[in-house]
């Protein structure tokens, strides 16, 4: 084979958590890592790509979240017709995600080869929400007209609540028990919902502008929502009408995310919240104070969210495509405010804004979407990864118009790096498979 033939042969890349978690599985069941007691110490895994094997799942290494932290670029996916993508969600048994664009389609995309599955029409206007029910057996949307869908896993629509907001909806969130759900609208309301009859229960009017972000806390009986006039708002679902029983200041522009800590090893005490001053405050619920401040980003905050293994680990999107992570862990020590700078930036995540991150329920893939119409994948970094920092997501050294993957007769983007050797590739290394580019 000649060497512009080798240069051609493009291996997908390939995450599967099956490996780690077979392995992990073994070592409980021999007692040599038993839950909540001994852990596997960081030392068996050395700065070497041949110790890949030896990493274990993100649950295996509760007490380091660095170790788990989603930096490495994996793969582009993106349609044919391409739209901006408003929300996503990883599927409850963590094999697919759900992602919805501005087209109101729904893409299905596997999450193991990151390659397309199916597509379908399921809104006449732009996607702008996704959930998933706790039980893992129902999903809501909401698009941009106002309008509510009840869908099963099969996405067999069920159920659909016309104008159930005058104007766009802007985020969904499900009680913890399922029996209720709560909307966010730019018609200056949140409204809580019966799921049972899909009739509406109260309406939570006290912000005076666009309410852009909602959460219903997962133990609490709590509800948040930012808005655009500035505020977070803590209202209590119990009652009716719904009753505002906080109001946090301290945002100098329009609040864009807000999310509950739900992480299940942690206290769930805190609220994260990122708004257009390009700052992220975190609040202590306890103390109803901002216990952590960061005003690192260069550009406007878009999106948060919570890692699902790590309760100290918090990711943030921009409106400039980049994507900052914080650990806080020194934070939470007494002080009433802290301002720390991010543990771990990617610049170039996305060539436009990053509109939502989602986690991967093990915590071992990061999948987010922007207004670059595509949907990105993250995961660990390898042992020693001579690509750890040379990626376009961190140098932005483009090449072409298909920056540094090559689209495939039918328009699909493939994984050939251009600017990577051939020969010293992972599928050259004894005992890892072809294309096993992380964990």
Known sequence: MS???????????????????????????????????????????????????????????????????????????????????????????????????????????????????TIMQAHESAITAIKYSYNKEWLLSADQDGTIKYWQPNFNNVNIIKGAHSDAIRDVCFSPNDSKFVSCSDDNTLKIWNFNNGLQESVLAGHHWDVKSCDWHPDLGLIVSGSKDNLLKLW??????????????????????????????????????????????????????????????????????????????????????????????????????????????????HEKSVNCIEYHPLGHLLATAGTDRSVRFWCRNRPNDPYAFKDTTYTNEKSGTTWYYELDSQGQPTEERRDAPTQNRMESLPGLGQGQWGQ
Request: proline residues 6%; charged residues 25%.
């Open 236 to 349: 209590d679902p119990r009652t009716s009408p719904g009753k505002c029983i906080a109001t946090l200041h301290g945002f100098k522009h329009t609040i864009t995310a807000t999310r509950f800590q739900n992480t299940e090893s942690s206290t769930k005490r805190l609220l994260a919240s990122g708004g257009r001053d390009r700052s992220i405050r975190v609040f202590d619920l306890r103390k109803m104070n901002d216990v952590y401040v960061n005003k690192s980003h260069e550009s406007d905050v878009s999106c948060i969210s919570w890692n699902s293994i790590h309760g100290n680990l918090l990711t943030s999107g921009g409106y400039d495509g980049s994507m900052n992570y914080y650990l806080l862990d020194d934070t939470l020590r007494g002080q009433e405010e802290q301002n720390m700078e991010f543990y771990h930036k990617i610049p170039y995540a």
């Open 3 to 117: 060497e512009e033939e080798e240069r051609k042969v493009a291996h997908r890349r390939t995450v599967d958590h099956g490996n780690p978690m077979g392995r992990w599985h073994i070592l409980r069941s021999l007692g040599v890592t038993k839950p909540n007691k001994k852990f596997q110490h960081l030392g068996i895994v050395r700065p070497e790509s041949s110790y890949l094997i030896d990493l274990l799942p993100p649950k295996a290494y509760p007490r380091y979240p660095a170790v788990n932290l989603p930096g490495k670029f994996v793969h582009l996916s993106a349609n044919k017709a391409k739209h901006p993508i408003q929300a996503i969600s990883w599927t409850p048994e963590g094999r697919r995600v759900l992602s919805g664009s501005n087209s109101g389609e729904f893409t299905l995309w596997n999450g193991m080869t990151f390659n397309f599955e």
